[in-house]
Each structure stands twice: as C-alpha cells, then as structure tokens.
C-alpha cells in the first residue's frame, strides 16, 4: 500500500500531538497531514481502573528494562503518549537548566511565552486545597516540620473527579493530556490520525510502516492492516526517547550523525514508603500535589508526592517474605514519595538497537547517581517519620525495614548506605527517558535549535530526545514547548522550502 | 453472580455426568462441553509440571501468610501468572520459563532435592543468593518471578480486601480481556 502526504508525524504524545495542533493553519490551507502512532486508540471506556487490564497501555506492558537491568522504563504507547497516563505534572523547564543546555538561538523568553500559551490551552493549575490528600498533607507537615521549603506541582486537569488512577488512564477525561485537547482539535481539522501503526524506518522523504490491527475494544485506524510506504515532504519524529534515536538509527542516519542516541538521560526515580499508624487511603484523592526541591541544588533531586497501586507498590517496595506480607497488609495506611533524581549525562550510556532490530536502552547507575539516591532515602526517611511514620521501608537501609526508633539522621546514615545498592535487586524505574538526539550546535548535535535534523531539511525531532541534558523536572510541558517551535519552524521555512504547498 | 452460577452449575453437571457414568468425551451429547469450560475453567499453558509446583512454593516464601492475608501459593496466583506470561515476547517467556526450571533444579545443592520439596528455609535461602547473586541472570531471572508472582497475588480482588485496597470506582466496567477479568475475581477454575 503507498499514500501521499505533505507532512507526516510520527507519535501521537506530548511532542506529536503538540505538533500536530500547531499544524491546524496549515491543514486548514489544504495540506495533508497524518498523525502516525504504534499504539492503538484507546475510548475512555476502556479504562477499567483494573491495575493489570491497563498494563497494555505501557510498552512492553511497563516492564521496559535498560540493557544493565538497573532501571525499568515506563513509557505510553498508545494515542496520547505518555500524557495518556502521566499524573498532569507541569513544571516549566528551569532558567539555570536552559542555560546550562547552552542551545544557540533557544531563548528563555521563547520558551517563556509559549510555556504560558500552552499551560492555557492544557489547563494548568495549581491545586486547591480540596484535592489534598492526606498522604500529601502528611508530606506538606513532614517538610514543614523539617523546615524545608514545600511547594505545589503545577497540574493540567480540568473538573478532576479525584478518584487516583491518573497512571491507569483518566477515563473521565479530566486530565488533559494531548488525547484530550490537542489530538481531537487536529483531527477535527483534517489531519488524519493512524493508530497502530508501527514504523520501522524512514528514508529520503520516505515512511515505511506496518499497520497492525486493531486491538478489541480499541478506535479502529482507517487504513487496513499490512505493509505501508508513505511519501512525505516533511517527516516529524515524535515517538519519544528512546524511540526517536532507535528509528533514525535502524534507518542508517547514525553514519551521518554519530550523535544520534548519545546524551541520554533517564531521571532515575525511587519510590519510598512509610507505614502511618491510622489509614490514609492513599489510592484515593488527587496523588500528586506537593514537592519539596530542598536537595535540588545540593544532591540533585527533587521529593514528590506519589501513588502506586498494590502490584507496582510491591516492585517499588523491594522487599519480600515476612516483610512484604507485612508491609502489603497495611496497604492503606503507607505513606509515599518519589525520588527525582536528576542524572548526568555519561559517554556509556546510549540507546543501541539490536541485531533483531529492538531498540535497547544502555544504561548504568554511576556512583554519583547511587549517592544521590541513597541520600534521598535518608531524607525521605525524615520526611516520614516528621510526618509520624511508626516504620519506613528503604530500599538501601540493612535491614530494609526501619522502625522509628532509628528515626535520627545519623542513625539514618549508618542504616541506609550506598554499599547496600544491589543493581537489578534495588528497585529503580524511569518515566523521563530524554535526549538520543540532542539539539545544538557541536559535533555530536543531531538537531538544530528548531529540531531540523542537519543536513536533512526535510527531517525533524520534536520530543524529549531533543534534550541535549537533564531537564531535571517532570519534562512534558518542555516537551510541548519545543514541540510547538518544531511546528513553528515548519510552517514559516520548513514548508516552504519543499514548495509543496 | 453468573460466573458464580456457572460455576455451580458446572459442578451439578459434573456431578450429574459421574452419577450416570457418562464419560466427559461423550458428554457434547448433553452440553456443548467445549463452549462451557472456556467459560468456566482456566488451562494454563506454560506453568504445567515442575514448573508449576516451583512457582506454588517460590510464591508461598515470597508472599507468605499472615494475619487476614493468605499465602501467595495458590492455582489463582498460577492462572493470572499464566496469563501474563502468555502475553509476553516469546523471547522472554522462554528465558522465564528456563529460569524457572533452574530453579527446580538448584534446590538440589540448597536441600538436597528438587525446590518444590526442600525444606522451607531451604527454599527462602535459594531464593534470597538468587536475588543478591553475583551473576546478573540470577538477579534478573528472580526479579522476574517476583514480579510476577506479585502480579498473580496482587491483581486478584480477593486480595484486595486483606490490604484494605478499595479498587476501582467503576467496578463493572466492561473488562478488556474477559479472561483476566475472571481470573482476577477467581471466577474461573485454573488446573494446569
């Protein structure tokens, strides 16, 4: 089967769907736009608020492992991305962040202006007092206590009904990722979106892709299943990192850019428990609303509030046995956070693709990064036991549970040590890979400040694979601003260069 | 409560075929017998044999009982977990599946016989230089069963109430893959 079109983007999340939006003057003009996505369409009906009904909705049903095993990446695949079943968090990428990426031509005020535009149109907020939860009003008394300064996430969610299986799919529609606001707006002005689409490789001005059948209860794609080569002026790459880098380099593009799949960053995250003496019922409510950045500058990282339902609650808790039986029995009186951990970028780590042609993630926790987690444990621990935790569950302590006698930092520090860090046994996850295809100017720069492949004008980059460095925050609102230059640069040269229009 | 009929009815069927000795390959003559165990029973497709007895005990050290909470070790935890696995890359169910028989296999140097017979704490001590091994698959191939047998515990509504967990506001929500449904709400019988 071969089709022609004038633009084609390839991934329907933060980046695509952003992109896609930006792309409505055009389509409105007559240009033939499609939205390519490998995963499929999923109804609002279909969040069954089912822990293990809703797996399908992450690749590899959530269990993506770095080549090292350290690290399981959870990434959407899906229409919508990863803003299908994020938790809304909207932060603004930092000025220092900006300028440490030192990207010519990429501007705070550029950035500013459409952070601004684009937390309209998603409808950013900052949460009321109604949508805290009592695990995240503990976690507000904890840092208060410890006099360190706790701050409210900025989240994209409109008439939010407050049940808590935002990482489920929202299936009243109230967050408002791009499966809500941007992608409907695109289709309804004539760009096509392809769900179960899978690509796998790009050529001069050139898609191939195989359209897989839908999966039941699933939105069918108009076209039928097999074997597809799409003939397009502009090809936009917006299936995320570690995707993005994976496709260009099946495709050949890595003997021209060496760059592509290096500078890669995965936000190294734990989630920490500690067992309150009364319930809290933390699975439901809002379970995002509150973060603290105290060891931000120090320790890089940032605390948040989180929510895990009991499956995944018992991944993260990395214990098992008596301790497990024991922790899971008082499932609604644990108390959570997550670690940030903003990670550096290292010459080892990169994304490969395999023989078989399967997209690899190589990655390895440095000692630097283990520090910083196990610091964050420590701190978490306090944060905990302020809040009034009787016992903490941590990862890198021996033994892993940690009753509140032992609540002082120093007692903290002997119990919770970086020698105690088994990769692979201690629980690490990501759902922030970035980078793979750095934006900039040097030699191992993929992209332009605009996300123009170089030397391809005909190829762009919009989404988080841009990231030349750690955004150190929750990236999606980054994502969509850059995505939303990408569509900005197509439109005034990009088009007209091709003078297809 | 239809499963829960269906399920009765199934053993007054049963019941009705061993009183007349009606042997079950004749019995399509009464009942459409194929159609009726799809919807009622469960047959594993990968965890059969020694696997199946290794993963009961495996999930009985990593889940064990207390309080209102039963052990992990139960043909529930093993159907869910057989769904699952049936759902995975067939690279990967393939190194599972080899993970697990060398489990069987090892408890020889841990008790002195295969994992599903050796003592308790032989099999917890199995388990645990597994997860701390020197060699990665061993950490890998336990984070895995672990996981899995979590997966298989945890999912299942019955276990819901012993943690206090509410699950979904929605709860008849029309389910996505009715097996999984039924397997989570133990409304079908698993046999291996």
């Not at chain 1, 003009?29 to 499929?40: D, N, R, V, W």
């Not at chain 1, 989630?271 to 699975?283: A, Q």
């Not at chain 1, 509140?404 to 692979?424: E, H, M, V, W, Y």
Request: hydrophobic letters at 35%.
């Amino acid at each position: 089967m071969k089709k022609r079109y004038d633009i084609v983007i390839v991934g329907s999340g933060a980046g695509g769907g952003t992109i896609a939006q930006k792309l409505i003057p055009l389509a409105k003009k007559g240009a033939k736009i499609a939205i390519l996505e490998q995963g499929p369409h999923y109804p609002h009906a279909f969040f069954t608020q089912r822990e293990i009904e809703m797996m399908c909705l992450f690749r590899y049903n959530g269990a993506w492992p770095v080549t090292s095993g350290e690290i399981t990446i959870a990434a959407g695949q899906c229409v919508g991305g990863s803003t299908l079943m994020y938790t809304g968090v909207s932060f603004r990428l930092p000025q220092d962040v900006l300028d440490e990426w030192h990207v010519p031509d990429l501007t705070y005020e550029d950035l500013s202006t459409r952070f601004e535009q684009i937390e309209k149109e998603i409808h950013v907020i900052i949460p009321s007092e109604s949508m805290i939860n009592d695990n995240n009003r503990l976690f507000h008394q904890g840092c208060q206590s410890l006099g360190w300064p706790v701050k409210k996430i900025p989240l994209n969610i409109k008439n939010c009904e407050k049940v808590g299986f935002c990482n489920l799919g929202c299936n009243s529609g109230s967050k408002q990722g791009t499966l809500e606001v941007q992608i409907p707006k695109a289709v309804s002005a004539g760009i096509d979106l392809i769900p179960n689409c899978d690509v796998y490789g790009i050529s001069e001005k050139k898609v191939h892709a195989t359209i897989h059948k839908a999966p039941p209860g699933t939105i069918d794609g108009p076209w039928c299943p097999g074997r597809i080569c799409i003939n397009s002026d502009i090809i936009v790459l917006a299936a995320g990192s570690p995707c993005t880098p994976g496709l260009l380099i099946k495709s050949g593009f890595q003997e021209r850019l060496p760059g592509i799949g290096q500078n890669i960053c995965l936000h190294p995250a734990m989630t920490l428990y500690g067992v309150y003496p009364k319930p809290i019922v933390n699975y439901r409510g809002f379970p995002k609303t509150y973060y603290t950045d105290q060891f931000t500058a120090s320790h890089d990282y940032y605390i948040e509030t989180a929510f895990y339902y009991p499956f995944v609650a018992t991944r993260h808790l990395g214990i098992w046995g008596k301790d497990l039986s024991e922790v899971m029995s008082k499932y609604n009186q644990l108390m959570t956070v997550l670690v940030l951990h903003h990670d550096n970028v290292m010459p080892e780590n990169r994304i490969t693709v395999n023989r078989k042609g399967i997209v690899q993630v190589q990655y390895k926790l440095s000692r630097q990064n283990i520090a910083s987690l196990c610091h964050a444990q420590i701190q978490s621990a306090r944060i905990f036991f302020a809040a009034g935790c009787e016992q903490i569950i941590m990862p890198c302590a021996s033994p892993h549970v940690i009753q509140r006698g032992s609540c002082d930092p120093k007692t903290l520090a002997q119990i919770i040590q970086t020698k105690n860090f088994i990769p692979i046994k201690t629980p690490v996850s990501s759902a922030h890979p970035q980078g793979g295809c750095a934006m900039g100017e040097g030699k191992n720069a993929v992209t332009n400040s605009w996300g123009q492949v170089h030397g391809f004008s005909w190829l762009y980059v919009a989404d988080a694979s841009l990231f030349p460095k750690s955004a150190h925050v929750n990236p999606y609102l980054t994502v969509m601003a850059l995505a939303d230059r990408v569509g900005e640069h197509i439109i005034r040269f990009g088009f007209n260069q091709t003078g297809s229009i | 409560m239809s499963a829960y009929l269906s399920i009765n009815g199934e053993v007054i069927f049963r019941e009705f075929l061993n009183y007349f000795s009606i042997n079950m390959k004749d019995a399509h003559y009464f009942y459409d017998i194929s159609q009726y165990e799809q919807k009622t029973m469960y047959k594993c497709q990968y965890i059969k044999g020694h696997r199946s007895r290794t993963i009961l005990a495996a999930a009985d050290c990593i889940i064990p009982a207390h309080g209102h909470l039963e052990s992990a070790g139960s043909m529930n935890t093993i159907g869910v977990m057989d769904h699952a696995i049936s759902q995975m890359p067939s690279q990967l169910r393939f190194q599972f599946l080899l993970f697990i028989s060398i489990v069987h296999i090892l408890g020889i140097f841990f008790g002195g016989r295969c994992f599903a017979r050796n003592r308790k704490s032989d099999q917890i001590r199995q388990l645990r230089w597994m997860e701390r091994s020197v060699i990665r698959g061993f950490r890998m191939g336990f984070l895995g069963l672990k996981s899995y047998v979590c997966m298989g515990y945890f999912t299942r509504e019955s276990t819901w109430a012993s943690i206090h967990y509410g699950g979904p506001l929605q709860y008849d929500q029309p389910p996505t893959d009715s097996v999984i449904r039924k397997l989570c709400q133990n409304k079908c019988k698993v046999y291996v």
